[in-house]
Each structure stands twice: as structure tokens, then as C-alpha cells.
């Protein structure tokens, strides 16, 4: 059964950083991309980053958290980590990991993570 499991959420000042992690039950070879994605109170999820197996990486539409956010992965740990820098209040939402699995297709998700951020 293929689980993904969220961590490293919590509150934090502004101007801080935070590391996500997104463990996976399997081995993340077997995903042809993994992501991160955030939903903030009364909007729709967005893409925050992503990664794909070859190790490309693309970051959602707000360019500000390109330059800040930095997504890896580890294959031999089966996790993905998600570099939070600089963190703005805006950065507030459920993060969540997903994966996808490559002879299906189909999408697998995390049960999310909150991070606040806030004096």
C-alpha cells in the first residue's frame, strides 16, 4: 500500500525557515514525480514544487517561492524534503506531499502538514 506521510510543520516567526519531509512507504523510484502543494484557508490548492525522477525540479507560479523554497529528494530514505526559507505570513497553509505512480498513473497524496507563519 502506497502511503506518503507528511511532517515538519508548525508555527514559525516571519523571516524564518522550515524543512518538510514526506516519507514514503515505497520506494520513491517508483513515482515519476512528487510534489509539494499548499491550500491556504478559502483558496485552492496550489502547486508549490515539484520534482521529477531525473531530479528536475519546477516551483509554482509565484516566483518568490522559487527563490526561496528549494524541493529534494532521497532515494535511499524514500523521502522528499521540502526547504522552506525566509518565510512570509502569506506562506500559511496545509502542505501536502503527492506522488505519482508511474505504471498507473494514478496520484497519491499525504494528509497534509500545517504551517503557520506568524509572530
Known amino acids: 500500500q502506497v502511503q506518503l506521510v507528511e511532517s515538519g510543520g508548525g508555527l514559525v516567526q516571519p523571516g524564518g525557515s522550515r524543512k518538510l519531509s514526506c516519507a514514503a512507504s515505497v520506494s520513491i523510484l517508483n513515482f515519476t514525480v512528487m510534489g509539494w502543494y499548499r491550500q491556504a484557508p478559502g483558496k485552492e490548492r496550489e502547486l508549490v514544487a515539484r520534482i521529477f525522477g531525473g531530479g528536475t525540479t519546477n516551483y509554482g507560479t509565484e516566483d518568490s517561492v522559487k527563490n526561496r523554497f528549494s524541493v529534494s529528494t532521497d532515494n535511499a530514505k524514500n523521502t522528499m524534503w521540502l526547504q522552506m526559507n525566509s518565510l512570509k505570513s502569506e506562506d500559511t497553509a496545509v502542505y501536502y506531499c503527492?506522488?505519482?505512480?508511474?505504471?498507473?498513473?494514478?496520484?497519491?497524496w499525504g494528509q497534509g502538514t500545517q504551517v503557520t507563519v506568524s509572530s
Open positions: 503527492s506522488g505519482r505512480w508511474d505504471r498507473t498513473g494514478i496520484d497519491y
